[in-house]
């Protein structure tokens, strides 16, 4: 079937893998089988994200099975982030799911189950929620949803499994920066989105071997802090950097008087507690005028984003006065 023919799926299943030769086509073959099951169209993109087996030649092979399966390949390993961000841009479903290329979770269950619980509760988002999991990850997992919860306000169990997202959150994620794709869920929640879970299937992975591992703890928590920051205060800098200016004259200003008021009273000074009042005070006019410049870019760039829509809107339209005229000269 070719593209320019191609009927918008209902249902994308994107796969990321890497060197997942042993089981991306049960993962390939499993999908396809969901949609019968379902009784829905659908598609499925798998990213080669750098695969150094035969990952390359299985997935060949199953195009020619699977006319709607739609394969990309990068030369190097990019990342999980780089694939599902090519993936989504691609995707045409009105529901898009994400599944692991290593059968830890099995599409025949999983995305049925996905998909009846977003409609059945009219949800946005469903999260996965892994049953009888028993790997060497459980306590990582553990800590990485208490602080998704915790600072992030995403009150699910399992926020880095499968998920199951309607066309309108994916189209609403920015432009997601290296192993991003662990807060998907974040960026829905702070969106206003309406997020759920469901009790899902896992086994252990029957081959291969766990990409991730415990060093991904720390950047993980070093991910959320600058996205918190970025979600709560790019629209606003000024807000974080003038708070933090105007405590800290605050508490010059007190040290100031109270040194003052020991002056007078006793006739004693504390040089030390004065210079660091001092600095402090000049610390905190310096992140006013970072409040402010942070302000400036942040208004640049909302006007640059309205002439690029401006632009994207003319060509939208010289783009329909030619095929309207392309239509009256065949005419």
């Known amino acids: 079937m070719s593209e320019s023919v191609f009927t918008p799926a209902t249902i994308s299943v994107v796969v990321p893998a890497r060197n997942e030769e042993a089981t991306i086509a049960d993962v390939v073959a499993r999908s396809f089988a969901a949609f019968v099951e379902l ?12 695969s150094t087996d035969n990952t ?23 990342g999980m982030t780089a694939g599902l961000q090519r993936m989504f841009a691609a995707s045409r479903g009105e529901i898009v799911i994400l599944m692991p290329a290593d059968m830890e979770s099995d599409p025949l269950l999983d ?3 996905l998909v009846r619980c977003l409609e059945a509760n009219d949800l946005d988002v469903v999260a996965g929620w892994r049953q009888g999991r028993n790997d060497g990850k459980v306590l990582a997992s553990r800590i990485y949803n208490f602080v998704m919860r915790h600072l992030a306000g995403v009150t699910v169990h399992d926020g880095n499994w499968i998920k199951a997202m ?3 959150v994916v189209d609403g994620f920015p432009p997601l920066r290296s192993d991003w794709h662990r807060f998907l869920l974040m960026f829905a929640v ?36 600058v996205l918190k920051f970025l979600l709560t205060f790019s629209q606003a800098p000024m807000r974080f950097f003038g708070g933090l200016g105007l405590a800290g ?66 060509d939208d339209s010289l783009t329909l006065r030619r095929k309207g005229a392309a239509g009256n000269d065949s005419a």
Request: zero cysteines; a positive charge; proline letters at 5%.
């Open 39 to 50: 009784g829905r169209e659908g598609e499925v993109l798998v990213v080669n994200d750098g």
């Open 56 to 78: 390359a030649a299985v997935l060949a092979g199953l195009q020619e099975r699977y006319p709607a399966l739609r394969v990309f390949t990068h030369r190097r390993s990019q």
């Open 111 to 113: 995305v049925p189950a």
């Open 166 to 168: 309607r066309r309108e």
């Open 190 to 225: 702070h969106q206003g989105f309406k997020v759920g879970e469901t009790p899902t299937f896992y086994q252990p992975r029957p081959a291969g071997a766990s990409k991730f591992g415990w060093e991904r703890i720390p950047i993980s928590f070093l991910d959320v802090i």
């Open 249 to 314: 004259l605050v508490i010059s200003a007190l040290i100031f008087l109270y040194l003052t008021g020991l002056y007078i009273f006793t006739n004693t000074q504390q040089r030390p507690i004065f210079n660091a009042a001092g600095v402090l005070a000049i610390i905190s006019v310096l992140l006013f005028l970072v409040g402010f410049l942070a302000e400036l870019i942040v208004n640049q760039g909302e006007r640059i984003a309205a002439v690029e829509r401006r632009l994207d809107e003319q």
